[in-house]
C-alpha cells in the first residue's frame, strides 16, 4: 500500500474519532456545578435581591472615619506592610504563570551552530574543519483544547490571587484602623487609670488624717492602702497596654515595633451605616465571594485539562539543518536539508490512574461549590451581625453615658459625705469602682462601636 493511499484511509479515520472525542467535551459534571452556582446565588434571602442605590458606601477608609493621622498610617500600612508585599509578589507571580500559559499555544524555536578544527598532534599547520547549523521548530495546534484548558485556569487563578490580594488589602488596612483606636482606648483607659490614683490618693490622706485624729478604726485605713496600690498596679498594667498597642500597630506599618506612635486624643465619631437592605449583585464586590467563585472556575478546568490527558495529542515539528560540512560552507543552501514531522500519539493503559485523578478532580469542583455557598452564607451573616452589633452597641453607649452621669453625681456626693465624717470609707469606694467601671465600659464601648463599623464596612465589600 502506498503511503499516499494509506494517508487518505488515516484521514477520514482520524477526523471522525477526533469528532467523537469532541463531542464529549461537554461535561455533566461541569454543566451540573455551574448549574449549582447559579442556585446558590439565586437562594439568597429576598432581602438581598432587592434593588437599591449602593453608592452611598463609603469609597475608602478616609471616608469611613475623620482623622488625619489615621489617615496617614493607612497610607503607611498600604505601602510598607510585609504581608501584603508578599502577596503582591504572589499576584506578580500568578500573572506570570497566565503568559507562560498562554505561550503554549505558540510555536518554539531554537537553533544551534558549532564548528570544529582538527589537527594531528605532530603538524598543527595541517588542520581540517567542519561545521553544523540546524533551526528547529514546533506547534502544537490543540485541537482537542488541553492547553487552552491549562490557559482558562490560570486565568482562574490570577483572579482568584487578585482578589485575595485585594482581601488582604482590605483585612490590613482594617487592621491598622482597629490597632490605632485600641491605642486611643488604651490612652483614655491610662488617663482614667491615673485619675483613679489620684482619688485614691487624696481618700488615703485623709484616712490617715482621720485615723490619726481617731475618726475611723485602723481597718479603714488599711482598706485605703490596699485600694490606693491596687490602683498603682493597674496604673502599671495600663502603661503597658499602652505601649504594646503601639508596638502592635507598628509592626503592621512595616516597622520594628516602635513604642512611640502618635495618636488622637479622642476616637473618632462613629458614622451612621444607614440600612442593611441591599442588592444581592453587591456581594460580587466582596473579594472572598470573588475569590470562591473564581476557584469554582479553576477546578472546573483542571477537571477538563485531567479528562483529556487520554486523549489523543497532535505535534508537528520541523528542522533545517546541516552537519559535517566544511566551515566555508556553512551559509551555502545547497548544504541544508529539511524535514517535517507530524506525530499522533495517545495513552494506551495507565492502570486506571487518570481515572482516579478525574473523581479526584471532581471531588474538588464539590468542595469548590460547597465554599462558594459558604462564602455567600458568610457574607449575608458578616453584614446583618455588623449593623445588628452597630446597632446595639448605640444603645448600650447611651445607656452607659447616662448611667455615668448619674454614677459620677453619686461619687461627687460621697465623697462630701466621707469629709465630713457622715459616711464610711467603704461607701466611697464602691462608688469609686461602679464609677471608674462605668467610664471604662463606656470608652471599650466607643472603640467597640468604631471596630463593629469596620466589620460593616468589610461585609459591605466597599472599594477602599
Known sequence: MSNRYASKLMKPAFLSGAALVLAACQSPTVNRSLGEIAEH????????????DASTLPGDWADLFDDKQL??????????????????????????NLRQSRALLGPTVSADLSATGLS????????????????????????????RATIRQAEAQLDVQRASTARLRRAILAQTARSYFQIIEADQQLGLAQENLTFLDETRRVSEARFEAGDI???????????????VAGLRNQEFAARSARRALSIVLGDFGAADLDVSKQLPEAANLGLATLPAQLLETRYDVRAARAAVTVELESFDATRKANWPSLGLSGRIGSSGVELSNIFD????????????????????RNAAQIEAAEARIDAAVAAYSAALRNAVFDVNDAFDQSSTLRQALSALERGRASAEEALALEQIKFDLGETILLDVLTVQRRVNAIRGARISTERRLLDAQIDAYLALGGTG
Open 41 to 52: 446565588s439565586a437562594g439568597l434571602p429576598s432581602a438581598w435581591q432587592i434593588e437599591v
Open 71 to 96: 489617615r496617614d498610617y493607612l497610607a503607611m500600612a498600604e505601602a510598607n506592610n510585609l504581608d501584603l508585599k508578599q502577596a503582591e509578589a504572589r499576584l506578580r507571580q500568578s500573572e506570570a
Open 120 to 147: 594531528e598532534l605532530t603538524d598543527f599547520d595541517q588542520t581540517s574543519d567542519s561545521a553544523s547549523a540546524n533551526a528547529s521548530g514546533s506547534w502544537d495546534p490543540d485541537i482537542f483544547g488541553v492547553n
Open 217 to 231: 478604726a485602723r481597718s479603714d485605713l488599711a482598706l485605703a492602702e490596699l485600694e490606693y496600690e491596687n490602683a
Open 333 to 352: 543552501p545547497d548544504f541544508y536539508i529539511a524535514s517535517l514531522t507530524a506525530r499522533l500519539s495517545a495513552l494506551l493503559f495507565d492502570s486506571g
